[in-house]
C-alpha cells in the first residue's frame, strides 16, 4: 500500500511539475502574440492552457487527493468564477416567453419588429434569439469557455504543493518578461511613430504599445510583472537583514532587479495609460503602508530613489516629452469631463433597464455603443466602434447584468482581501499583491482582463497568493504529505481526485475543440482575402464560405462574408456567380439577424442587394410588403443612427416614396455626423427650403457644419443668417450638438468673423484661441494673414518670426514672409 501510494504520489507530482511549466511558458509567450486577442493566437493559448489541466487532471486520478490549499477567500473567487459562467451557461437556454419578459423585456423589444414574418424561418436552432435570455448567445458561449478555463487555472495552481516556490519561479519569468516587454515597447514607440506593431502591423489609430493591440491594454499585464519583480527585491532586501545597505551595491541580483524595475516604470509611463501609471502607484503605496515598519522605511525611501533616478533618465535617453504625452491630464483634474469614457459609461447603462436581472448577452456592448448615441459628434466616430465599455464592472452589468455583476464582486472582493491579508508574509506575497491590486484599480477605467494574455498571468498569480497564504510548514506539511491514510479518507479523497480529474480534463478537452472551430474559420477567411488580391473570386467564395460554415454562430465572420462577397459584386463579372453571391448575401444576412438582430450591416445589405424573389425563398415563401426595403434601413437606422451613409439613402429613399419632410430628419442626422453628402443633400432641397427652413429643419444645430453650410449659398442675406447663427451657439455652448473647449469655440469665432469680414474681431478671436493652442501652426498662419489684412506689418513680422522657429522649412510661411516683405517695401 505505501509503495503504490508512493507511486502515485510520483505521478501527482510529476504531473504538477508539467502543468507548472507549461504556466511559465504560457506567461513568457502570451504577450508576444497580440496578447492572444487573435483567433489563432488565442488557441494556441487554450492549447497551452489546457495541456496544463490535462497534466493535473492525469495527476489527479493517479494520485486521489485534491489538496485545497486554499480557505474561505479561495471559494469565494471559485463561487464568483462559477457564478459568471452560470450566467452565460443560462444564456443558452431556451425559455417560456412569461418568464423571458419578466427578466428581460428588452428581448421582446429588440427581436421582433415590422418583418418578423419573413424572418420567422430558423436555420440555426442552437443560436437564434427570441426564446433566450440573450440577444448573441455565441458571444456567452465563447466567455463561458474562457471562464471555465480561468476556473481551471485556479484550482490546478491554487492546488500547487509548493507554492511559495512556484511563486518565485513565476517572478523570476515575470521579471525576465517584463524587462524584454519594456525595453521593446519602448524602442518600437520612440523608434517608429507611425502606429506600427513589429515596425510591420498598422494599429488603426496608432494606439498599441509594445505588441499589445491597445496601449491600455499594455499595463495590465505590465504591472502584473512590476509587481512580481518588486515582490523579488523586497525577499532579496529582507535576506540581507539588518545590515543591507552594506551590502546592497554588492548583490548583483538586487542590481540587476533594480534596472529592470527602472524599465518597466519607464515603459510604463511611456505608453500613456494615465488608468495604467496611477493603478500601480496605488498598488505599491497600498502594500507598502501595510507593510510599513520604522525599521525598514529608510529601505522604502532608498529603493524608492533608487528606482526613480534611472525611471527619470531612461525616459530622458528615450526622448520623452511628460508636456505632450497623456499623463498631463493628470496634473488637470478638469480636463477628464472631456473623457470619451463617461459617454461609453452612459452606453452600457442605458441598455440596463431593458435586461436588468441576466444582462443582454456576451458581447453585446459593441452595438449599444451604436445604438445610444450621445449626440456628440466627436465621440460618435461612424468609423469606428468600442468593443467595451472602458470598464469591467459596467461593461459586466451590461452583458450579464445584476447577477453577473454580483458574481464579479464576488470574485474581486476576495482577491482584494488575500492581497491586503497576504501582503505582510514575505515579499513575493507583497510583490503579487502589487499586482493583483492595480489589476483591479485599473479595471474601473478599463478593460485589460478580456485580454487572454492578462486573465491567465492573473489567475496564476491570484492562485499561487491564495496557496502561500495557506500553506502549512514543517512537520504539518509533512504529515499531509504522508502515504499513511486510513481506508474511508482514501475512498474520500480518490473520490474527490477522480472528479477533479475529470472534470479538468473535460474542460481541457471542450476548449481545445471549441477554440480549434474558430482557429480553422480564421484561416479559411485569410485565405478568402488572398484570393481577392489574386483575382480568384470563386475559390475566394468558396473559402468564406467554409468560414461560415465552421464557426455559423460567429456574428463577426457572417459580416466579412458579406463584405467579400460584396467587393466582389461587379457587373463585368460572370452573372451565374453575380446571383450566387446575391442570394448568399440575402440567405447570410437573415441568418446574421438570427444568431444577433443587434447587428444593423445585415439589414442594410438586404434592402441594397435583396429582391423580393430572394426575401420569399429564403423565408419559405412568405408574402413581403412593399414597402420592405425602406423598413429595412429604417431598422439599420434604429440600431446605428450615427451613420452617415445609412441617414442619406434612407432619406433620399423616403424622398422618392413619401416626400421631403420625411427625408429631412434622416439628411439632418447625416450632416450632425459628416459633411461629406452636404452638396448632394443641399441640391435636393434647393428650391424647396428657403435659408430659415434649412437653418431649423436641415442643418443641425452645430457652428461647425452651419458654417460649411454658409460657404455653399450665394444669397449674401442667407449666408449672414447662418453665420449669425452659427455665432449663437459659439456663444451659448450648451445649445451646440458639438462639445468644443473654450479655445476650440474661440478659433471658430475667429474664423466666422472672418467670413462677416470683421477682422478686427476675428484677430481677437483668433488670440484667445491661441492662448490655449500657442504651437498651433494653422492658427499662426491666418493669424498673420489677419494682420495683414488690418494693416499691422510689424507684429506680422514678429509673427512671421514665431512661426520660422516652429516650422522652418514651411513653404506656406517662407511665402507669407515674402509677401510681408514686398508689401513693406511698396509702403516705404
Same mark, same amino acid.
Given at each position: 500500500m505505501k509503495a503504490s501510494s508512493f507511486e502515485d504520489r510520483s505521478v501527482a507530482l510529476a504531473c504538477q511539475r508539467v502543468s507548472e511549466w507549461i504556466f511559465y511558458g504560457c506567461v513568457a509567450i502570451a504577450p508576444w502574440a497580440f496578447g492572444c486577442v487573435g483567433a489563432t493566437p488565442e488557441f494556441l493559448l487554450t492549447a497551452g492552457v489546457s495541456m496544463a489541466l490535462l497534466?493535473? *487532471?492525469?495527476?489527479?486520478?493517479?494520485?486521489?487527493?485534491?489538496?485545497?490549499?486554499?480557505?474561505?477567500?479561495?471559494?469565494? $473567487?471559485?463561487?464568483?468564477?462559477? *457564478?459568471l459562467a452560470a450566467v452565460a451557461a443560462i444564456h443558452q437556454w431556451i425559455l417560456p416567453a412569461g418568464l423571458i419578459q419578466v427578466l428581460a423585456p428588452g428581448v421582446s423589444e429588440w427581436t421582433q419588429w415590422d418583418l418578423q414574418e419573413v424572418l420567422s424561418v430558423s436555420w440555426l436552432p442552437r443560436w437564434d434569439v427570441g426564446q433566450r435570455l440573450s440577444l448573441y448567445p455565441a458571444g456567452s458561449f465563447q466567455v463561458m469557455f474562457r471562464v471555465l478555463l480561468l476556473v481551471g487555472i485556479f484550482v490546478v495552481v &491554487?492546488?500547487?504543493?509548493?507554492?511559495?516556490?512556484?511563486?518565485?519561479?513565476?517572478?523570476? $519569468?515575470?521579471?525576465?518578461? +517584463?524587462?524584454?516587454?519594456?525595453?521593446?515597447?519602448?524602442? &518600437?514607440? =520612440?523608434?517608429?511613430?507611425?502606429?506600427?506593431?513589429?515596425?510591420?502591423?498598422?494599429?488603426?489609430?496608432?494606439?498599441?504599445?509594445?505588441?499589445?493591440?491597445?496601449?491600455?491594454?499594455y499595463p495590465f499585464f505590465l504591472n502584473l510583472c512590476l509587481g512580481l519583480t518588486i515582490g523579488l527585491l523586497v525577499e532579496r532586501l529582507s535576506v540581507m537583514g539588518r545590515h543591507w545597505y552594506r551590502l546592497l551595491l554588492t548583490d548583483p541580483t538586487v542590481g540587476w532587479l533594480l534596472v529592470a524595475i527602472s524599465f518597466m516604470f519607464a515603459s510604463l509611463i511611456a505608453c500613456g495609460s494615465r488608468g495604467g501609471v496611477l493603478s500601480i502607484v496605488a498598488g505599491v503605496s497600498i502594500v507598502m503602508l501595510l507593510r510599513l515598519r520604522a525599521s525598514n522605511a529608510s529601505r522604502g525611501v532608498m529603493m524608492t530613489g533608487l528606482v526613480a533616478v534611472p525611471t527619470v533618465l531612461v525616459l530622458i535617453w528615450v526622448g520623452f516629452d511628460f508636456r505632450e504625452s497623456r499623463l498631463n491630464m493628470l496634473a488637470e483634474a478638469d480636463r477628464y469631463a472631456e473623457d470619451g469614457r463617461f459617454h461609453l459609461w452612459a452606453s452600457a447603462l442605458q441598455s440596463v433597464p431593458d435586461f436588468?436581472?441576466? +444582462?443582454?448577452? *456576451?458581447?453585446?456592448?459593441?452595438?449599444?455603443?451604436? $445604438?445610444? &448615441?450621445?449626440?456628440?459628434?466627436?465621440?460618435?466616430?461612424?468609423?469606428?466602434?468600442?468593443?467595451?465599455?472602458?470598464?469591467? =464592472?459596467?461593461?459586466?452589468?451590461?452583458?450579464?447584468?445584476?447577477?453577473?455583476?454580483?458574481?464579479?464582486?464576488?470574485?474581486?472582493?476576495?482577491?482584494?482581501?488575500?492581497?491586503?491579508?497576504?501582503?505582510?508574509?514575505?515579499?513575493?506575497?507583497?510583490?503579487a499583491a502589487m499586482g493583483i491590486i492595480a489589476v483591479v484599480a485599473h479595471s474601473g477605467v478599463d478593460f485589460g482582463l478580456r485580454v487572454p494574455a492578462t486573465a491567465v498571468l492573473a489567475m496564476v498569480v491570484l492562485g499561487l497568493l491564495s496557496g502561500v497564504g495557506t500553506q502549512s510548514g514543517g512537520a504539518r506539511q509533512r504529515l499531509r504529505e504522508s502515504p499513511q491514510r486510513s481506508k474511508s479518507s482514501f475512498s474520500r479523497k480518490t473520490v474527490w481526485g477522480g472528479i477533479a480529474g475529470v472534470g479538468m480534463i473535460l474542460i481541457a478537452i471542450g476548449a481545445i475543440q471549441f477554440r480549434s472551430r474558430y482557429f480553422y474559420s480564421d484561416r479559411s477567411k485569410v485565405a478568402a482575402f488572398d484570393a481577392l488580391i489574386l483575382e480568384r473570386p470563386e475559390a475566394a467564395f468558396e473559402l468564406a464560405s467554409a468560414a461560415v460554415a465552421l464557426t455559423p454562430e460567429d456574428i463577426d465572420i457572417r459580416l466579412e462574408f458579406a463584405m467579400i462577397c460584396e467587393f466582389m459584386l461587379d457587373p463585368s463579372r460572370d452573372s451565374s456567380l453575380q446571383s450566387k453571391l446575391r442570394a448568399a448575401m440575402v440567405r447570410n444576412s437573415l441568418e446574421a439577424l438570427q444568431v444577433c438582430p443587434l447587428a444593423w450591416q445585415p439589414y442594410a445589405w438586404l434592402a441594397k442587394y435583396g429582391r423580393a424573389t430572394d426575401l420569399q425563398t429564403a423565408s419559405g415563401n412568405v408574402p413581403v410588403p412593399e414597402n420592405w426595403r425602406t423598413l429595412c434601413l429604417l431598422r439599420a437606422r434604429q440600431l446605428h443612427p450615427s451613420e452617415p451613409e445609412l441617414a442619406y439613402i434612407t432619406g433620399e429613399r423616403l424622398l422618392n416614396e413619401i416626400g421631403l419632410d420625411a427625408a429631412l430628419p434622416h439628411w439632418r442626422d447625416s450632416l450632425t455626423y459628416s459633411r461629406h453628402r452636404m452638396d448632394d443633400i443641399l441640391e435636393k432641397v434647393e428650391g424647396q427650403l428657403d435659408a430659415e427652413q434649412m437653418k431649423t429643419r436641415l442643418i443641425p444645430d452645430d457652428p461647425v457644419v452651419i458654417f460649411a453650410a454658409s460657404s455653399k449659398l450665394d444669397n449674401e442675406e442667407d449666408k449672414r443668417l447662418f453665420l449669425d447663427h452659427a455665432l449663437e451657439l459659439l456663444e451659448f455652448p450648451e445649445r451646440s450638438k458639438r462639445e468644443l473647449t473654450f479655445g476650440e469655440r474661440e478659433d471658430w469665432r475667429s474664423k466666422v468673423f472672418e467670413a462677416l469680414d470683421q477682422p478686427e474681431k476675428a484677430l481677437r478671436a483668433l488670440d484667445r484661441s491661441l492662448n490655449e493652442f500657442p504651437e498651433n501652426i494653422g492658427m499662426r498662419l491666418r493669424r498673420v494673414k489677419l494682420l495683414m489684412k488690418v494693416g499691422k506689418l510689424d507684429q506680422a513680422t514678429s509673427e512671421v518670426r514665431i512661426l520660422l522657429t516652429l516650422s522652418p522649412d514651411n513653404g506656406q510661411v517662407k511665402a507669407l514672409q515674402k509677401q510681408l516683405s514686398e508689401r513693406k517695401a511698396r509702403e516705404l
Open positions: 497534466a493535473y *487532471g492525469v495527476g489527479s486520478l493517479a494520485d486521489g487527493p485534491v489538496r485545497w490549499n486554499g480557505r474561505l477567500p479561495s471559494i469565494l $473567487v471559485m463561487l464568483g468564477l462559477l *457564478g &491554487q492546488n500547487f504543493r509548493s507554492p511559495r516556490a512556484c511563486l518565485h519561479r513565476l517572478s523570476l $519569468v515575470a521579471a525576465i518578461t +517584463g524587462t524584454m516587454l519594456a525595453l521593446f515597447g519602448l524602442a &518600437q514607440h =520612440f523608434g517608429s511613430h507611425d502606429g506600427l506593431t513589429y515596425w510591420t502591423y498598422d494599429m488603426e489609430g496608432g494606439l498599441g504599445f509594445g505588441p499589445f493591440v491597445n496601449r491600455n491594454h436588468p436581472w441576466l +444582462g443582454s448577452g *456576451g458581447e453585446t456592448y459593441r452595438y449599444w455603443d451604436n $445604438v445610444y &448615441q450621445s449626440g456628440d459628434p466627436e465621440w460618435n466616430n461612424w468609423k469606428l466602434r468600442s468593443l467595451r465599455a472602458d470598464n469591467e =464592472f459596467l461593461d459586466v452589468l451590461c452583458e450579464y447584468g445584476v447577477f453577473g455583476l454580483l458574481a464579479l464582486i464576488l470574485l474581486i472582493g476576495p482577491a482584494l482581501w488575500l492581497s491586503v491579508t497576504q501582503c505582510r508574509r514575505d515579499g513575493l506575497s507583497a510583490g
